[in-house]
Antibody, heavy 117, light 109 residues
């Protein structure tokens, strides 16, 4: 079955770059799906960050003001998130997911990333 | 940007009762683009409903979705203990592509 797993540093300093990777198993990342990142600040709701296709096409949430970049590594069947110039407001659980029918049908377990010096 | 408002913020019910959760959009949303998720503490969201009324794989039939235009509803006909969680509606559209409601917490009375 489809499984996703986030990995990366759990603590990032303010003004630095957050980098996470999502490993995908059970399906090829080159399948006919888009792949998303979603985040959730502690105790708050869900915010969609952006999506990427295996050919590199992407769409990002304008609210992140150009700080986001996503990439795909087909050889490793994984995709990645880079968020620049982080602040405490970027502290959140970050989820990766597979886009289904105008929704996210498979989710990783999530990883808490804390922005603090 | 279309805003999704969920009501009530918290719903207190007992197992065996019927739950009705609402999601109101600030502008009309195609029912094709409306989804519902369940999230339990410490877990990732779980897709329940897409296309406003189609149950996702493995979702019990006590969960149903309905609605059109600006008003959508998630109904749980007979609450089981494992149904107490936070529920989010989500809309697919433009800029940003995906937006979520603020959530409804379904708690045990």
């Amino acid at each position: 079955q489809v499984q996703l797993q986030e990995s990366g540093p759990r603590l990032v300093k303010p003004s630095e770059t957050l980098f996470l990777t999502c490993g995908v198993s059970g399906v090829s990342i080159t399948n006919n799906n888009w792949w998303s990142w979603v985040r959730q600040p502690p105790g708050k709701g869900l915010e969609w960050i952006g999506e990427i296709y295996h050919d590199g096409r992407n769409t990002y949430n304008p609210s992140l003001k150009g700080r986001v970049d996503m990439s795909v590594d087909k050889s490793k069947n994984q995709f990645s998130l880079r968020l620049n110039s982080v602040t405490a407001a970027d502290t959140a659980v970050y989820y990766c997911g597979r886009n289904g029918v105008y929704s996210v049908d498979y989710w990783g377990q999530g990883t808490l990333v804390t922005v603090s010096s | 940007e279309i805003v999704l408002t969920q009501s009530p913020g918290t719903l207190s019910l007992s197992p065996g009762e019927r739950a009705t959760l609402s999601c109101t959009a600030s502008q009309s949303v195609s029912s094709t683009f409306l989804a519902w998720y369940q999230q339990k503490p410490g877990q990732a969201p779980r897709l329940l409903i897409y296309g406003a009324s189609t149950r996702a794989t493995g979702i019990p039939d006590r969960f149903s979705g309905s609605g059109s235009g600006t008003d959508f509803t998630l109904t749980i006909t007979t609450l089981e203990p494992e149904d107490f969680a936070v529920y989010y509606c989500q809309r697919y559209g433009t800029s940003p592509l995906y937006t979520f409601g603020q959530g409804t917490k379904l708690e045990i009375k």
